[in-house]
């Protein structure tokens, strides 16, 4: 599956749904994130269960500002609109496929009932 380039006008409707998305913070000036594309793009046609999608931090400042991006190249996991992952660096392919199976590992039941836990109750 080719990546998916995120705006503010489709980030939510692509990172909100279900399922899983790994998202590339990435620039054109940027070396590391040159490097890596070809990295997370081989694993985009691996993964077609997975939404794999790129931010041009310099395009869609928005979104970057919105999740603190401060480096880059970074790397975001959301699982049923949760992240569970986001650090910045160039991850080798052997690093992006194990990132790839603890996200499928993870317990979103467990995931989800700690998320609720956190929240204020608001019928209180």
């Known amino acids: 599956m080719a990546t998916v380039e995120l705006t503010t006008e489709n980030f939510d409707e692509v990172v909100g749904g279900g399922g899983t998305v790994l998202v590339d913070f990435w620039a054109s000036w ?4 040159r490097q890596f594309a070809p990295v ?10 997975i939404v794999f999608a790129k931010v041009d931090t310099e395009a869609q ?3 970057a500002a919105a999740f603190n991006i401060t480096s880059i190249p970074t790397v975001m ?5 949760v992240v569970l ?3 910045p660096g160039a991850l ?3 690093a992006l496929e194990d990132l790839i199976g603890q996200v499928r590992a993870v317990n979103m039941d467990e995931v989800h009932a700690q998320v609720a836990a956190a929240q204020p109750n608001a019928a209180e």
Do not use: E, M
Not at 40 to 49: E, Q, Y
Not at 77 to 81: E, F, I, P, Q, W
């Open 92 to 94: 080798p392919a052997p």
């Open 61 to 63: 400042q928005q979104l």
């Open 30 to 33: 940027c070396g590391p994130c």
């Open 77 to 81: 996991a959301v699982r049923d609109g």
């Open 40 to 49: 997370f793009d081989a694993a985009s046609t691996k993964h077609d269960d």
């Open 85 to 87: 992952y986001a650090q």
